[in-house]
């Protein structure tokens, strides 16, 4: 059998991206309740609207048991939006629990031997959440407010209505006028600015017009600010701002004469937004019409004047089916290939270049070697646009990976009983799809072991005089060609001499060795496989647990991963990646005939050494680079490459440095023959495991060359400990030498 | 009209009948109705005649060039580009440890695949593609002796040959690729290990 067919998959990608809106909304509603704010009612809103969808995509689709998980959860989150129910922690936790069940029934639809996700412990629980006291929804006088806002109203309007005069807000009602045509732009922008002053109840369309290519709307706001600052922030053309007689504030104000809304659909032009539409359309039909969107979920311009009450299903599955064609999802290996075309194409293209050469040679073809020269040249620059454009469809933002690492923060939190504060920046940092995907885990392995064992108990902090709550920052950023992801806490940070301890226990470094390494390599043990234990964990605090999983799981994406920690403060784990794997550049060298790549983002910089430059210490050769000693190695020796030394120059030695930040070595070279962009193709299961070599790729001329795993070989080389050794008595000579300097 | 006779085909091939071909009308619809031959390609590595079953070749090629891996093991001749795929290509006699013969121009390379994978196969020379009967094999890798009964699937006696089929998931044990001492320094991640 071949795999789910396209009708489901394309039900799966479009339910877990409202699955995943859905999360979004609950995470920033359970900050905004721990940070003990009001929450944003928009955002409850925008989770009823979210599982809404949700419930009429897999009727759609014929996914019975999401559809009815939808349906009971859609009536507890109009309860909630609605007052009936109150936001609590408990409720919060039935929501999570929600979008962990979608996530598991998601996973299993479509796989039939997938065992049935069992919801009815869910299900419990939401009748129960229901079930519990209902909020009162405090029966503030409406009083003063005219029959003809209140009977248009929709229940879930005349709720925040209610609400708004509870919490003793006035209410404003702002008159604007907008152009036909721009009203979409403008209705955003007004909206931005009331909402720094508090909260759009409604926007109902105005009777008193002005012209016919107009568009008047009277927007129902509550807020506790006096209307002359209202006036002020919301100051625009067309835009007045008249205080509501009924409302509970200071009573004051100045009374305006109540509009007069016309009836729902009586006038109510809806202009189609000429823009195109983002595919998230299917929030616009839902039973209540909300008019307000979230800016960031997509931005759907507010494409009616007017509440229309009611919409009924099958305008819900229309438009579901219309959102289903705005977006193409494409399975990866069909990129794959085409990225593999487009590589085959350069290896043509790179031919062709030869070819040209050798007719420069001819005589009497010079008109003709000039015009395909040109073609080349043009068909060159067409092919590294379309690569380009390849590359960025495979391109994702990081932010997919992070809001799942959200959700995990929150869950091992509570299981740990620590209260911890996420902070994520750069979620919009773009990783291919690829690299993203493979990320997940050990990102989430990271984020786990920061709260299980970095971050202490809430008494051993405040001991510490550190803040109650725990800290974990989620960092991506992008520095030239490389994404740099950070995982970084306030715990209680690692101890090396723990992990020195355990080093020498574990038989990895002998004890004499040990003593000379310094702190870096040393906490770079944690790396190192036999450091997983639980019996480690324990002893040392734990951290470190599974982190030779996660190095291979980076390096194998040809990334590196550094680690800062500093005792009692924190540790910082640095992850560095390519943004792609599909094309790299990369540096072309050749040793002993053989020619290599090196990715470029693993190279510092190429340097040209004299053989009296190289310093032997213990051993092991050395050079001195701006006051830094870098260990020498040689590929042809690691690699057992016939020693020719005939490609010697004593003058002229070639030095390639890589890796990050305290791990440099120096690769010695015997030439270096350029860039080039190349695309990476695995070498098949038998020889994936070779170290040292991270895949092959093509060159011209039908040429297959190795591409070298620079982080495997640097820490073969670091974990030599005659390496290290070497590099740290040179380094303690210097030191010593220093306070006898001038 | 042509959905009949699609309809007829497929209900013939349901039924598990045999359809006649139009190569059988050719040859006088005489061919011998049996599921179960196999047809086997030969081939001769050191002066041995070899065997594998045809759908285990998916192609037969001139030698090509190669570029050699570091840190494999002798027998890995290195990478080789196969219609876009990086394989990996290995010289068989090695493999088989015997002493290799010369290579001449008939050395062909066998592109095999074996668990998803392509691998290629140096041999000193194709033969023959013979069909062979189940109950012609000998399931007695013990004639030979040696560690080289392990790679041995069968033996089969032909009228004057004797065909040695390969057992390709030992032949081709990725383990043994990577030289011994480069071995275990790279982990196997076991998906959802980290849950």
């Known amino acids: 059998m071949t795999g789910p067919d396209r009708p489901s998959n394309e039900f799966l990608s479009e339910a877990q991206d409202v699955v995943e809106e859905l999360s979004r909304n609950l995470l920033e509603l359970d900050t905004q309740q721990r940070a003990g704010q009001q929450f944003d009612p928009d955002l409850l809103n925008a989770a009823f609207r979210a599982v809404h969808s949700l419930k009429g995509l897999a009727s759609l689709f014929n996914a019975n048991a999401i559809a009815q998980l939808s349906h009971n959860l859609e009536s507890t989150l109009d309860a909630l939006r609605l007052g009936k129910l109150e936001l609590g922690p408990a409720a919060l936790d039935v929501l999570f629990d929600s979008v962990e069940t979608f996530q598991r029934m998601l996973a299993a639809f479509g796989e039939e031997k997938a065992a049935p996700v069992d919801m009815d412990p869910l299900l419990a629980k939401i009748l129960a959440l229901s079930g519990g006291g209902e909020a009162d929804d405090a029966n503030a006088s409406l009083a003063g407010l005219d029959d003809s806002i209140l009977g248009v109203l929709t229940e879930y309007e005349e709720h925040r209505l209610r609400e708004n005069i509870r919490m003793g807000r006035r209410l404003f009602r702002v008159h604007a006028s907008f152009d036909l045509l721009a009203i979409d732009v403008g209705i955003e922008a007004l909206k931005g600015k009331m909402k720094a002053f508090g909260e759009v109840i409604t926007y109902l369309p105005s009777a008193d017009a002005s012209s016919d290519d107009r568009i008047d709307l009277d927007i129902l706001v509550g807020s506790e600010r006096p209307l002359a600052e209202i006036a002020a922030g919301v100051a625009e053309d067309g835009v007045t701002v008249y205080e509501l007689s009924g409302s509970s504030g200071s009573g004051g104000g100045a009374s305006a004469p109540a509009p007069a809304p016309a009836a729902p659909r009586a006038k109510a032009p809806t202009p189609a937004s000429p823009a195109p539409s983002p595919p998230r359309m299917t929030v616009e039909a839902i039973e209540e019409d909300e008019e307000e969107e979230d800016e960031d979920a997509g931005g759907q311009p507010t494409s009616s004047a007017a509440p229309v009450p009611d919409d009924d299903y099958a305008d819900l599955e229309a438009i579901s089916v219309r959102s289903v064609s705005q977006t193409v999802r494409v399975d990866l290996s069909r990129l794959d290939h085409l990225m593999n075309l487009i590589g085959e194409l350069g290896v043509v293209q790179a031919n062709l270049g030869g070819t040209l050469d050798r007719l420069r040679m001819r005589e009497g073809a010079g008109d003709m070697v000039r015009d395909l020269q040109g073609h080349l040249r043009t068909m060159s620059r067409k092919l590294s646009l379309l690569q380009q454009g390849l590359l960025d469809v495979r391109m994702v933002p990081l932010g997919q990976v992070f809001d799942k690492l959200a959700r995990v923060v929150r869950q091992v939190g509570r299981q740990a009983g620590k209260d911890i504060r996420l902070s994520i920046s750069g979620s919009q940092t773009e990783l291919d799809k690829l690299i993203v995907e493979e990320l997940s885990e050990p990102l989430l392995h990271m984020v786990r072991n920061a709260i299980d064992h970095g971050i202490e108990s809430r008494e051993e902090r405040i001991e510490a005089g550190k803040p109650a709550a725990g800290r974990v920052d989620l960092r991506a950023f992008q520095r030239g060609n490389r994404v740099v992801i950070e995982v970084e806490d306030d715990g209680r940070g690692m101890d090396w001499r723990k992990i020195r301890e355990t080093a020498i226990k574990r038989s990895l470094v002998t004890r004499e060795d040990a003593v000379e390494l310094g702190t870096n390599e040393i906490v770079d043990f944690i790396f190192m496989p036999g450091f997983t234990t639980r019996e480690v964990a324990t002893s040392m605090s734990g951290r470190g647990v599974g982190m030779d999983v996660v190095k291979t799981n980076i390096s194998r994406l040809s990334g590196m991963i550094d680690v800062d920690t500093e005792l009692g403060r924190g540790t910082r784990f640095a992850i560095t990646l390519p943004v792609t794997l599909a094309i790299i550049q990369a540096l072309v060298i050749e040793t002993c005939r053989q020619t290599f790549c090196i990715p470029l983002n693993s190279v510092l910089e190429s340097i040209m050494v004299r053989q009296s430059d190289i310093v032997t210490v213990e051993g092991q050769q050395v050079i001195s680079l701006r006051g830094r000693t870098l260990p020498l190695l040689h590929l042809s020796r690691m690699f057992g490459l016939s020693n020719d030394t005939r490609f010697y120059d004593p003058e002229r030695i070639y030095v390639v440095i890589v890796g990050l930040a305290q791990h440099r070595v120096g690769l010695v070279v015997d030439e270096l023959v350029g860039q080039q962009d190349v695309v990476i193709k695995p070498l098949g299961a038998a020889l994936r495991s070779v170290p040292g070599i991270a895949g092959a790729t093509e060159l011209g001329a039908n040429r297959t060359v190795l591409l070298l795993d620079v982080s495997t070989l640097v820490d073969e080389a670091l974990t030599r400990s005659e390496v290290v050794a070497a590099v740290e008595a040179e380094a303690a000579g210097r030191e010593e030498a220093r306070p006898h300097g001038p | ?195």
């Not at chain 2, 309809?7 to 598990?16: E, I, P, T, Y």
């Not at chain 2, 006649?20 to 179960?36: M, N, Q």
């Not at chain 2, 493999?95 to 041999?123: N, Q």
């Not at chain 2, 004057?160 to 790279?186: K, M, N, P, Y």
């Open chain 2, 1 to 195: 009209m042509a959905r009949d006779s699609n309809d007829l085909w497929n209900a013939l091939a349901r039924s598990g009948e045999a359809v006649a071909t139009e190569e059988d009308y050719e040859h006088g619809y005489k061919r011998e109705v049996r599921g179960d031959l196999r047809q086997y390609v030969a081939f001769r590595v050191s002066g041995e005649s070899y065997g594998l079953s045809i759908d285990q070749i998916s192609e037969i090629s001139k030698v090509f060039e190669t570029t050699p891996v570091p840190r494999t093991a002798d027998f890995v001749i290195g990478i080789g580009n196969v219609r876009g795929r990086v394989i990996p290509i290995l010289d068989l006699a090695l493999r088989l440890r015997l002493e290799p013969a010369p290579r001449g121009r008939d050395a062909r390379v066998l592109i095999v695949h074996h668990d998803d994978e392509l691998y290629g196969m140096v041999v000193d020379e194709v033969l023959y593609v013979v069909t062979i009967a189940p109950e012609e094999l000998e399931d007695a890798p013990g004639a030979i002796p040696g560690a080289r009964g392990e790679y041995i699937k069968a033996l089969t006696r032909l009228e004057d040959d004797i065909l040695i089929v390969l057992e390709l998931s030992t032949v081709l044990q990725t383990r043994d690729f990577v030289r011994a001492e480069h071995r275990g320094r790279t982990l196997k991640v076991t998906k959802g290990g980290l849950a």
